[in-house]
């Protein structure tokens, strides 16, 4: 995984193209989850942010809700793994 990726941006480098914004990550490195699966994991938590926001008349307080619901999902939407782990993983 990490060696193909370090292969291929040698082989770039000798080459002459400097260009390595076209490398691609090896289907090794994602998390295996389906779209739909990150969706849902990445919103979770908006039904109850949003149904406590309902609860105050205040905008300025419904809009820390909200802000809230946004920002407490950003853990959750990773979509990369590290080499190192998935390295550590297979040789269990």
């Not at 090896?26 to 919103?43: D, N």
Request: proline letters at 7%.
């Amino acid at each position: 995984m990490g060696w193909d990726l370090i292969k291929q941006i040698g082989k770039k480098i000798i080459s002459g193209d400097f260009n390595l914004t076209t490398i691609s990550m090896p289907i090794k490195v994602m998390i295996p989850l389906t779209i739909l699966q990150s969706i849902a994991l990445s919103v979770f938590n908006y039904p109850y942010y949003l149904s406590v926001a309902s609860f105050y008349p205040d905008p300025v307080d419904k809009m820390k809700f909200v802000i809230t619901a946004c920002i407490s999902c950003f853990h959750k939407s990773s979509h990369f793994q590290k080499p190192v782990s998935i390295i550590a993983k297979n040789l269990n």
